[in-house]
T-cell receptor, first 114, second 115 residues
Framework: SQQGEEDPQALSIQEGENATMNCSYK?????LQWYRQNSGRGLVHLIL?????REKHSGRLRVTLDTSKKSSSLLITASRAADTASYFC??????????????FGKGTKLSVIP | NAGVTQTPKFQVLKTGQSMTLQCAQD?????MSWYRQDPGMGLRLIHY???????DQGEVPNGYNVSRSTTEDFPLRLLSAAPSQTSVYFC??????????????FGPGTRLTVL
């Protein structure tokens, strides 16, 4: 079963606006990652936040993590047409020696209109 | 560095045929994994490996086999292809340090159709 669930499923904004995507998950995690996927391509890693962190920044990206609510958000500021893509959250969990699994949500499809 | 490479890019199989999807990385990463992505879905983990000679099952392992004889290569074998295995397959790798890992580097994917 998929651990993370992104919200909204689709988001359409004007260039220059901010885009916020949310991710909720069900069980304890060690880290949470966000990835971007352009149509028909592989995934590109954006940012990782560990379970003991609350907020992280990378360029125009801001990620928050609330482990008590089992939720995370990804904020893209001053969006550009090139940000048009699908965005996935993925929860990372260690379960014993030599065991690590990354579980993806279904993604948010972001369209930035020039 | 080529990063993570996958071959072939496209493949069409008939039900019951077997084949191997190739994945290779040149970053000396210990952790490698295979995912499948179905339309409108996120990625689901098939199998993963934390080093040569070590493999483990993910969320959807049935119908697939893997082996890891070298650090660089992690092939995925479809034993007897079924239409339900029509999907896009992604391989990924990452460093594995002291039992922990983070950023996954993904290959470009193999688009498989089973008729």
């Amino acid at each position: 079963s998929q651990q993370g669930e992104e919200d909204p499923q689709a988001l359409s904004i004007q260039e220059g606006e901010n885009a916020t995507m949310n991710c909720s998950y069900k069980t304890s995690i060690n880290n949470l990652q966000w990835y971007r996927q352009n149509s028909g391509r592989g995934l590109v890693h954006l940012i990782l936040i560990r379970s003991n962190e609350r907020e992280k920044h990378s360029g125009r990206l801001r990620v928050t993590l609330d482990t008590s609510k089992k939720s995370s958000s990804l904020l893209i500021t001053a969006s550009r047409a090139a940000d048009t893509a699908s965005y996935f959250c993925a929860t990372g969990t260690y379960s014993g020696a030599g065991s690590y699994q990354l579980t993806f949500g279904k993604g948010t499809k972001l369209s930035v209109i020039p | 560095n080529a990063g993570v490479t996958q071959t072939p890019k496209f493949q069409v199989l008939k039900t019951g045929q077997s084949m191997t999807l190739q994945c290779a990385q040149d970053m000396n990463h210990e952790y490698m994994s295979w995912y499948r992505q179905d339309p409108g879905m996120g990625l689901r983990l098939i199998h993963y490996s934390v080093g040569a000679g070590i493999t483990d099952q993910g969320e959807v392992p049935n119908g697939y086999n893997v082996s890891r004889s070298t650090t660089e290569d992690f092939p995925l074998r479809l034993l007897s292809a079924a239409p339900s295995q029509t999907s896009v397959y992604f391989c990924a790798s990452s460093p594995w340090r002291g039992g922990s890992t983070d950023t996954q580097y993904f290959g470009p994917g193999t688009r498989l159709t089973v008729l």
